[in-house]
């Protein structure tokens, strides 16, 4: 390859795109396109050639890029060519590539000079190649010709802004320097798009092609049309080099020695030529490079700060030592024990904010899906007052009863009590299953070891299972015990002198007025889509109404709806609706809610709607089935009673009912204590003191520690990234401090541009040879001269010096055939020790020795060469 700045580069880029695949991400540097943009057979696709070392693109003369041709290169360790056009095919000779452009070309826009804006997508994979896309455009034309449109000068305008405007591309503008700069379409575009001149850099081609006794070294010197980061000259090869397969190495070393010899600018040869042009585009893409390392270094910080923790922990496993698992095994079975509590008391740490877990659903289960499951269990009145009778009845037998008989009553209560078996004991199932949910949830974190969570979840649920047990025996035992003796003497029970006079209607315990129950979002689901549709409004239960309003803040109330005589019944949801409903209607048959009969309201879950309806109950809103109480008169007369029997019936019913709810308060009370006692607290401290014994006795401890595979490779994966990162992190700080940012010159005067778009000219950039060589400024000289070198007479004054030797001509002892290397150092040239620089006024003598006298200048003309 003939770039060694892009050569030194990609051991560098290699380095950070291998440090970012071994931690299983991408390196996005995206490196900067390199357009070039110029005249028609401004040399345009020989500097490009030139940049990538590679002989693959067409020459000629006239228009001979008619397309736009985005080549990619991209580092690979074969090196062969592919087309987007032709994907299958892989081109290893750089000639069928070239073959291919010209086909390509043709067949999109003909044989006779046609242009398109459809751009050759060509791809070069090479080792000696960094990841960078480069562009070569048409040359700018002003008259069509062939098959060209008529407007071809705007139509190449437009696709070359397409491909320029692009922040991050570097625009090399290339003028031949046999034609007058300030005409320069290139650089004019350039200025368009990049006004501050930062990604612009002039190249200046075909100085051996200038008129005999001009050159271009005011403008190579920055001073006839200032750019900020100035121009570079470069010789590229001509057509009969290309034609005669003359190489681009030796096509450099030649480039060289043309500016080593020429008088005009072996003063700045080392700022000239490919190599400079090459060694200035590294320099950039370098630039661009480190500016992207702050952010890919901050990247990989913050992500090798969040696995320090846990690496911590790893980077002195064995995996086999029984210390580790002893130590891990008390570990893992202290911090299960230390999560089961937080689950069930609660904890500020890691609070689940989306649902309720653990103690929060068991104190739903307590307060409120027990108190519901024991209103949902309320008798039947009409089956009560008929059992009642019966009873009476069959206590007097053939008798006529006179008074009151307290066994009846006995009798009706027992029967009461029983039923509260079932509810109580579904109660007790439902923690089960909460506890079961809770010590699944506290194993995950015993994962990394599937034996060790297989055996704490089967131990730990095996007890709950017995404790179950053990709880339920004892719950049956209290409503044993209220059953063994029923106490007539309890303080809250009203005793015969005041059922008898009781009212029969059923006195609803309400809490506090005014006072605020629930408030909650609730969905009324059965307003027509007429009117509006299903809405969310927000509730406010109190002890005496339901208001809703349009939001939280309570501002808006849309209706208030007193709770006398409303009842509670279930709704089945609809078929397309995944929402859980109930309703809510009056007894007396009035419309709830506009014309309304019932309002139904949905809920999210199952669970929203059983806590509602224990809402409700709170405020002596109760289920439908509870409406017989207020038709008690109504229904029971199906068979006949005596006035008498009626008394006692309702006596009867009036002390069954008081002593029940005496019994139902009772079980409510003890209910969450007996399950606290036996089975929850029971379980917290079987999980602090014999679970490690249960463990030890179930299994050894090699089988119990034994880690999943998954984890195994868990471990492995996170150590191999920490180290990776560290990696990475280390070949960031050595590119930062192996590679220096250049800084971007200093603005110049551009004012130029704008006057040469207004169509003056500036300053023409050739200069006529003079009949009178000027002092110290020796002949232009065009290749090599015959005769003897020319030796300059000693200059007087203290800064005069001996310039060196030009060779007559080379040969085999010639100093530029020794070594053809482009990158071996150059000959020793004595600098010229006070070079006048830039800003010094014209007039101002220079210090160049004079030419030497009596020596007849020969002036050799230049074969002409065709570059594109």
């Known amino acids: 390859m003939g770039n060694r700045g892009m050569e030194e580069l990609i051991p560098l880029v290699n380095k950070l795109q291998d440090a970012f695949s071994s931690i299983g991400q991408s390196c996005h540097l995206d490196l900067p396109q390199i357009a070039v943009v110029g005249g028609q057979s401004a040399g345009k696709s020989s500097v490009l050639e030139n940049f990538v070392g590679r002989d693959f693109l067409p020459r000629g003369s006239g228009i001979v890029t008619r397309r736009p041709l985005i080549l990619q290169l991209i580092f690979s360790k074969t090196e062969y060519a592919e087309f987007l056009h032709c994907k299958s095919k892989k081109f290893t000779d750089f000639d069928e590539v070239r073959q291919e452009i010209e086909a390509e070309t043709d067949r999109v826009t003909g044989t006779n000079k046609g242009i398109s804006p459809v751009p050759i997508n060509l791809r070069v994979y090479s080792p000696h190649v960094l990841n960078l896309t480069l562009i070569d455009l048409p040359g700018i034309t002003k008259v069509p010709v062939g098959d060209q449109p008529q407007d071809i000068e705007y139509q190449i305008k437009d696709m070359i802004l397409q491909f320029i405007s692009r922040d991050s591309s570097l625009i090399l503008a290339v003028t031949p320097a046999n034609m007058d700069l300030a005409n320069s379409d290139a650089l004019k575009m350039a200025k368009e798009v990049d006004p501050q001149g930062l990604r612009t850099i002039g190249v200046i081609t075909k100085l051996d092609l200038m008129d005999e006794g001009t050159d271009a070294r005011d403008v190579l010197e920055n001073k006839l049309l200032p750019l900020r980061r100035g121009y570079i000259g470069v010789v590229n090869r001509s057509q009969k080099d290309i034609d005669g397969k003359k190489d681009i190495r030796a096509a450099l070393a030649a480039e060289r020695k043309f500016f080593l010899s020429h008088p005009a600018y072996r003063h700045m040869a080392d700022r000239m030529g490919t190599p400079h042009l090459q060694k200035l585009l590294n320099q950039q893409l370098t630039n661009h490079i480190r500016e992207t390392l702050p952010s890919l270094r901050s990247k990989l910080q913050s992500q090798l700060l969040s696995l320090e923790k846990e690496v911590e922990e790893y980077k002195n496993f064995r995996p086999d030592d029984p210390t580790r698992k002893t130590k891990a095994l008390l570990q893992m079975v202290q911090q299960f024990a230390v999560d089961f509590e937080k689950r069930i008391e609660g904890s500020g740490d890691q609070v689940d904010t989306l649902e309720l877990s653990g103690g929060a659903r068991i104190n739903r289960i307590f307060h409120e899906r027990f108190p519901f499951e024991l209103v949902k269990m309320e008798f039947d009145e009409k089956d009560l007052r008929r059992e009642i009778s019966y009873a009476i009845k069959n206590i007097h037998g053939v008798r006529t009863g006179l008074f009151t008989p307290d066994m009846a009553f006995e009798a009706i209560v ?183 009969r019932q309002i139904e309201l949905a809920c999210d879950s199952q669970e929203d709607v059983d806590s509602w309806k224990a809402s409700f109950l709170r405020a002596g809103v109760y289920p439908e089935k509870d409406q017989v109480e207020n038709e008690e008169g109504s229904q029971e007369n199906t068979f006949s009673m005596d006035p008498q029997l009626e008394r006692q019936v309702e006596t009867i019913r009036n002390l069954v009912d008081s002593y029940v709810g005496i019994i139902n308060k009772s079980i409510r009370d003890l209910m969450p204590k007996t399950i606290m006692h036996l089975m929850i607290n029971n379980t917290k401290d079987f999980i602090h003191s014999e679970l490690l014994a249960y463990l030890y006795s179930s299994a050894d401890q090699n089988s119990l520690m034994e880690e999943s595979a998954d984890q195994a490779q868990r471990r492995d994966d996170m150590l191999r990234m920490y180290h990776a990162l560290k990696e990475a992190l280390n070949i960031i700080g050595d590119i930062s401090t192996s590679t220096i940012s250049t800084p971007v010159p200093p603005p110049v005067d551009d004012t130029w541009l704008q006057s040469g778009a207004s169509g003056h000219s500036p300053t023409p950039q050739r200069r006529p040879a003079s009949t009178v060589l000027p002092p110290g400024r020796p002949p232009a000289v065009r290749g090599p001269m015959p005769g003897p070198p020319l030796i300059p007479m000693p200059a007087a004054g203290p800064s005069s010096f001996v310039a060196p030797p030009i060779p007559s001509r080379p040969g085999p002892q010639g100093a530029f055939v020794a070594n053809n290397d482009p990158f071996s150092a150059p000959p020793l040239i004595p600098s010229r020790p006070a070079r006048v620089p830039p800003g010094i006024p014209p007039g101002v003598p220079s210090r160049r020795p004079p030419a030497a006298p009596n020596r007849p200048t020969i002036i050799r003309p230049a074969e002409p060469s065709l570059l594109d």
């Open 414 to 596: 027992k029967k009461q009590i029983i039923k509260l078996k079932e509810p109580s004991l579904k109660c007790v199932d439902l923690v089960v299953s909460e506890l079961a949910m809770v010590i699944k949830k506290c194993a995950e974190k015993l994962g990394s070891y599937p034996r060790l969570r297989e055996e704490t979840e089967r131990i730990v649920t095996t007890y709950i299972r017995e404790r179950e047990g053990k709880t339920k025996d004892q719950i049956l035992l209290l409503i044993d015990i209220e059953l063994s003796y029923i106490n007539t003497n309890h303080e809250d029970f009203i005793g015969f002198a005041n059922a008898q006079q009781r009212s029969t209607q059923a006195n609803k315990k309400r809490a506090i007025p005014n006072q605020v129950i629930r408030r909650g979002w609730l969905t009324i689901n059965n307003i027509s889509i007429m009117k509006g549709g299903s809405k969310e409004y927000w509730f406010v239960l109190t002890a005496e109404s339901l208001s809703w309003y349009k939001d939280e803040e309570e501002k808006e109330k849309k209706y208030m709806l007193p709770l006398d005589n409303l009842k509670i019944r279930d709704v089945e949801k609809g078929f397309m609706s995944n929402k859980h409903v109930f309703g809510i209607f009056n007894t007396e048959q009035r419309n709830v809610y506009k014309d309304l």
